[in-house]
């Protein structure tokens, strides 16, 4: 009813101000939960919100490169790239600020040195910038699509094709807003090639699975996993896209099969062609292992 009556403000930044006391009914802190009968009075004492700038936090981090300009960084899966959503400690900026004097400022205090994101449960190589300018060369580099960039997925059934592009727009899923979807034929462009590594034929407990190199010329927000499910190949463990939450006889995998494992693009300085590669971690190479034991 708060969030109706007040909204200029967020339901989070609400919720705060019930948790602070700072919402009255009949001049009683309560829950937010709590019901509002007809008659009773609100009194709401709104705050001033925190000035929102990240933190360092001493969480241990895996370079895979480094120079003056750029920091590669080898992503494990779980970890937000910076603060959202709720999520405002154990990022990757708070790491990155604790391990780094200084920092890219162009994408502002909470996303210090960010030029490209990963999900939060897609591990990999990520590129940070240690300045402005080399941020903003990055940048151009993205927007002009001069990036490659290579991923591992394992996808459920026995993709027909040995390699593929799917070309489909991208867009907010009107049913389910943590959702995206390429249903709609609307929405912002987007391509993604794939081709076969590898094939794991069906057994009892599953009816295959298929593990893919990928490659993107767009990064759109969950791109790969939504192109991926679009064809009915969803990423094994990512039950928001269709896959299934358990394999029978599989250890649970706690995460989705999907790894950035290569990312080339051009030092901002010289223009120097730089590869970098992320080993497969070892969490999914067991997994792997289990699968072919089944």
Not at 15 to 39: F, K, T
Not at 142 to 170: C, D, T
Not at 196 to 206: D, E, M, P, S, Y
Not at 265 to 278: A, K
Request: glycine share 10%; net charge positive.
């Amino acid at each position: 009813m708060l969030r109706e009556r007040l909204p200029d403000f967020s339901r989070s930044r609400i919720q705060s101000w019930i948790e602070d006391g700072r919402v009255l009914v009949d001049g009683r802190r309560q829950r937010a939960s709590h019901p509002v009968r007809a008659g009773q009075v609100i009194d709401v004492s709104p705050a001033e919100a925190p000035p929102l700038k990240a933190a360092p936090e001493a969480i241990p981090l895996t370079v895979l490169y480094e120079d003056a300009d750029v920091v590669a960084i080898d992503k494990p899966a779980g970890m937000v790239v910076h603060a959202g959503a709720g999520v405002h400690t154990g990022t990757l900026v708070n790491a990155l600020l604790h391990r780094f004097e200084r920092l890219s400022g162009v994408g502002g205090e909470l996303r210090p040195g960010i030029v490209h994101r990963l999900d939060r449960f897609t591990s990999g190589a990520l590129i940070v910038a240690k300045n402005d300018a080399a941020h903003q060369r990055l940048a151009a580099q993205f927007s002009g699509r001069q990036v490659e960039k290579v991923y591992w997925a394992l996808v459920h059934g026995n993709v027909q094709n040995e390699s593929g592009r799917i070309e489909a727009p991208i867009a907010r899923d009107p049913v389910r807003r943590v959702r995206m979807t390429a249903r709609l034929k609307q929405g912002r462009a987007a391509w993604s090639e794939y081709r076969v590594l590898r094939r794991f034929t069906a057994r009892a407990g599953h009816s295959g699975f298929t593990l893919l190199e990928v490659r993107i010329g767009t990064g759109r927000t969950h791109q790969i996993r939504v192109h991926l499910s679009s064809i009915g190949h969803p990423v094994a463990g990512d039950a928001l896209y269709g896959a299934p939450a358990r394999i029978s006889g599989m250890p649970p995998l706690g995460r989705y099969f999907l790894h950035a494992y290569r990312i080339r693009f051009h030092l901002p300085s010289t223009g120097e062609n730089i590869l970098v590669e992320s080993p497969l971690p070892a969490d999914l190479g067991c997994w792997l292992e289990a699968l072919e034991g089944l």
